[in-house]
């Protein structure tokens, strides 16, 4: 297998497990480098932070500003048409784009799965079999490792059980420190 003429793809990431930043100079993991179609190797030059370190000095500088500047006078009607259709931020049209938004980036689901997760759980709280509304709809809860759902809780349930870190025995010691508080109270 001649090595120059690899394209990128799997054959090539097998053979280069690791690359050197070219800003940084470390060999990093190749999960570490974006895609970049212009490169041989399929891969930005540079790892991600330092790619987003250089981003957001180029964003802050006088050129990035006035590139941006730039660019809105040039696109400004398609901006505010978008803008126009998307609705203000307190707009229901808004709030339904950004749910969408957030149930997509977050957890790669859209809206009309998150009915269905809804509906198949009775509309109600997975722990605590509260009822969810328009105004305070579920949270999606998922596990910080795999990134997987695993069912929607209600807005108190949910930071309750990051607090615990997904521990099963610290909940457990949890449960058993509040019956044992209430027995020595006599409730």
Known sequence: MNID?????PELDALVAEKVCSTCGISKPTSDFTKCSRAVDGLQWDCRVCYRQQARKYYLSDKGK?????WYQKNKAKVSALRKARGTSRSPAFKEYRRKWALRTR??????????????????????????????????DHCHSTGKIRGLLCASCNPGLANFRDNPKALEKAADYIRAALKAVGA
Do not use: D, F
């Open 107 to 140: 957890y790669g689901i859209t809206l009309e799965e998150y009915e269905r997760l809804v509906e198949a759980q009775s509309g109600a709280c997975a722990i605590c079999s509260a009822k969810h509304s328009k105004e305070r709809p579920l949270n999606v």
């Open 5 to 9: 003429k690899l394209q990128a793809g």
């Open 66 to 70: 006035k590139k941006r500047a730039e």
